[in-house]
């Protein structure tokens, strides 16, 4: 059974930092897409950013320059380090998982099969 596990979440004020761990199990993920999504009230969940299995990452433009991206295969794990947040940054934060694809299409959600049930980020200002 495959699962993706969030943890790192928290409340933080403007300019702080957080880093968002996503623990996956049931297969093997060396090889698959790994991708953050967040869902702020009352919006669709957006595109945060992604990494390829061959250590390629996209970001979403409004977190370039703040957000690292990250894996670690040996543990099956994901890293989102978010420095600079802002209020806007404030949403649900998920991890996904895609077997592999292109690197175009990494930012599509429908890409992806396996989700996990988010973690709260909340920067207040």
């Known amino acids: 059974q495959v699962q993706l596990v969030e943890s790192g979440g928290g409340l933080v004020q403007a300019g702080g930092s957080l880093r968002l761990s996503c623990a996956a199990s049931g297969r093997t993920f060396s090889n698959y897409v790994m991708a953050w999504f967040r869902q702020a009230p009352g919006k669709a969940r957006e595109f945060v950013s992604a990494i390829h299995w061959s250590g390629s990452t996209v970001y979403t433009d409004s977190v370039k320059g703040r957000f690292t991206i990250s894996r670690d295969n040996t543990k099956d794990t994901v890293y989102l380090q978010m420095n600079s947040l802002k209020p806007e940054d404030t949403a649900v934060y998920y991890c996904?998982?895609?077997?592999?694809?292109?690197?175009?299409?990494?930012?599509?959600?429908?890409?992806?099969?396996?989700w996990g049930r988010g973690t709260q980020v909340t920067v207040s200002s």
């Open positions: 996904a998982a895609s077997s592999p694809r292109p690197i175009a299409t990494v930012s599509d959600r429908s890409e992806y099969a396996y």
